[in-house]
């Protein structure tokens, strides 16, 4: 079968720093997503990994490990806004996406 | 970035009705859409891949005939869902994949349609 995992909760306060990890079982593989969804809204796209290494964009940062088949999410400078469940998703080929569980994010004051 | 448009934001209906639901892409052509259902503090459950011009593909166990799906233009996917029961009550969301031109590949997601079966 097809599996994402990653942590169902984590707690981080302001200004900190939090990695949320993902680990895949997919039968095919073309990318690695990060998409963030705030609570009754729809998910919006953060980052792509396709190549092994660490892509930045401001705080927010991810990273794959294709030989783990492995990659996180990490977040500086943690801000209350941040609070949302961040789900990883690989590109499977053939137009499909498959969607980890997600990772609600508490950001406390 | 790509824009897709859904509507209505939410719908309350009585069990039995059928309600429809619209997913359009506003500055791109999208010939594949993608239809999810989410459940509270759930993931994204793909239901279907509507294809522009054919027919949508089912992902297993999802009713093909209850969850009626038509792509009739490059900009425009809309999601029926027919005879309408309070466990059809949920989130559902519709995205279109776009590729940035070198290979990878993102989505972008309506705003998604909660739907209330009374």
């Known amino acids: 079968g097809q599996s994402l995992e990653q942590p169902s909760e984590v707690t981080a306060v302001e200004g900190a720093i939090v990695q949320i990890n993902c680990t895949y079982q997919?039968?095919?593989?073309?990318?690695l997503s990060w998409y963030q969804q705030h609570d009754g809204g729809a998910p919006t796209f953060l980052s792509y990994n396709a190549l092994d290494g660490l892509e930045e964009t401001g705080r927010f940062s991810s990273f794959l490990s294709r030989s783990d088949s492995y990659g996180y999410l990490l977040l500086q400078e943690l801000q209350m806004k941040d609070s949302a469940s961040y789900f990883c998703?690989?590109?499977?080929?053939?137009?499909?996406?498959?969607f980890g569980a997600g990772t609600r994010l508490f950001v406390k004051a | 970035g790509a824009v897709v448009s859904q509507h209505p934001s939410w719908v309350i209906c009585k069990s039995g009705t059928s309600v429809k639901i619209e997913c359009r892409s506003l500055d791109f052509q999208a010939t594949t859409m993608f239809w999810y259902r989410q459940f509270p503090k759930q993931s994204l459950m793909l239901m279907a891949t509507?294809?522009?011009?054919?027919?949508?593909?089912?992902e297993q166990g999802v009713e093909k005939d209850k969850f009626l799906i038509n792509h009739a233009s490059l900009t425009l996917s809309t999601l029926t869902v027919t005879s309408a029961h309070p466990e059809d009550s949920s989130f559902y969301i519709c995205s279109a994949s776009v590729e940035d031109g070198t290979g990878n590949e993102k989505l972008f997601f309506g705003s998604g349609t909660q739907l209330s079966v009374l």
């Open positions: 509507s294809n522009e011009g054919s027919k949508a593909t089912y």
């Open positions: 997919t039968s095919g593989f073309y990318g």
């Open positions: 998703a690989v590109f499977t080929g053939g137009f499909k996406t498959i």
